[in-house]
């Protein structure tokens, strides 16, 4: 049994900063891969960062240069370091990870969602 509880989500002015924060709990033999996930009103979920458990990342073209992800394998946790916020980041913010408990039993996990809210 494994949840993601996210937090650091909120309101910021344009050009300001925020840190999101994923921990994941429970039976966890590794996590495989984890990542952030963006979804605006009427829009499909799509991804903001990865990183996988040997800290290879990726990002999409509207983050690169501005956001950071990280984790602390120690803690099961995922951090998405946002800057120079603009206020069509605005969105509800997704943690997910793909966990494995044994090896014949991986399985894709999402949080409850954020929302992250950039206006004047």
């Known amino acids: 049994q494994v949840q993601l509880v996210e937090s650091g989500g909120g309101l910021v002015q344009p050009g300001g900063s925020l840190r999101l924060s994923c921990a994941a709990s429970?039976?966890?033999?590794?996590?495989?891969?984890m990542g952030w996930y963006l979804q605006a009103p009427g829009k499909e979920r799509e991804v903001v960062a990865t990183i996988t458990s040997g800290g290879t990342t990726n990002y999409a073209d509207s983050v690169k240069r501005r956001f950071a992800i990280s984790r602390d394998n120690a803690k099961n946790t995922v951090y998405l370091q946002m800057s120079s916020l603009k206020a069509e980041d605005t969105a509800v913010y997704y943690c997910?990870?793909?966990?494995?408990?044994?090896?014949?039993?991986?399985?894709?996990?999402w949080g409850q969602g954020t929302q992250v809210t950039v206006s004047s």
């Open positions: 429970g039976s966890i033999l590794r996590i495989n891969v």
């Open positions: 997910n990870a793909i966990i494995s408990s044994l090896p014949s039993n991986i399985q894709n996990y």
